[in-house]
């Protein structure tokens, strides 16, 4: 049996939003299967009572691998003992996950730089969506979570 295109674009429409993780079971599929986890605007222990430095203190925690990118902080060259990445791109082994901390408005601007670097999925922190970068991320085939705590998340699946 062939398939019409309207049938192949309609499927490939369903596959891409299959990639968008809104589930508490998809989420903790996810987190099973993430151990290097990239912060794409990481802070700096002098900011360790922002989100954006504690969510990340917490996945170090609990096993994971952390590659610091932040946005800010251009003298800073290791965070959490790790040594900085000034973008996603350049980090040279594969991530996992990309743990986005940019406000919404801000997000298209790494757009190109998250997809050049294929993590397997990408989580925008609690506050924080932007579904046209979902949808590009989700149909170059990449997991991503919107508007969820990672920290919260963790916990809730034990880690």
């Not at 079971?25 to 922002?50: E, F, P, Y």
Request: net charge negative; proline share 6%; aromatic share 6%.
């Amino acid at each position: 049996m062939t398939s019409s295109p309207m049938h192949d674009a309609a499927s490939g429409a369903a596959d891409w939003r299959s990639h968008l993780i809104e589930d508490d079971a998809g989420i903790a599929h996810l987190l099973a299967r993430t151990h290097r986890l990239a912060v794409l605007g990481i802070k700096t222990a002098q900011d360790s009572m922002q989100p954006a430095y504690y969510v990340a203190a917490y996945a170090q925690k609990a096993g994971m691998e952390i590659v610091p990118v932040p946005v800010y902080y251009p003298d800073v060259v290791e965070i959490l003992g790790q040594p900085v990445h000034r973008t996603v791109s350049a980090i040279v082994q594969p991530v996992d996950m990309v743990n986005d901390f940019r406000r919404p408005k801000d997000i298209p601007a790494h757009v190109a730089d998250i997809l050049a670097a294929r993590p397997k999925a990408v989580w925008f922190q609690l506050g924080i969506r932007n579904v046209e970068a979902a949808e590009q991320f989700a149909r170059a085939g990449m997991d991503v979570v919107q508007d969820r705590c990672l920290l919260v998340e963790l916990q809730n699946v034990g880690r």
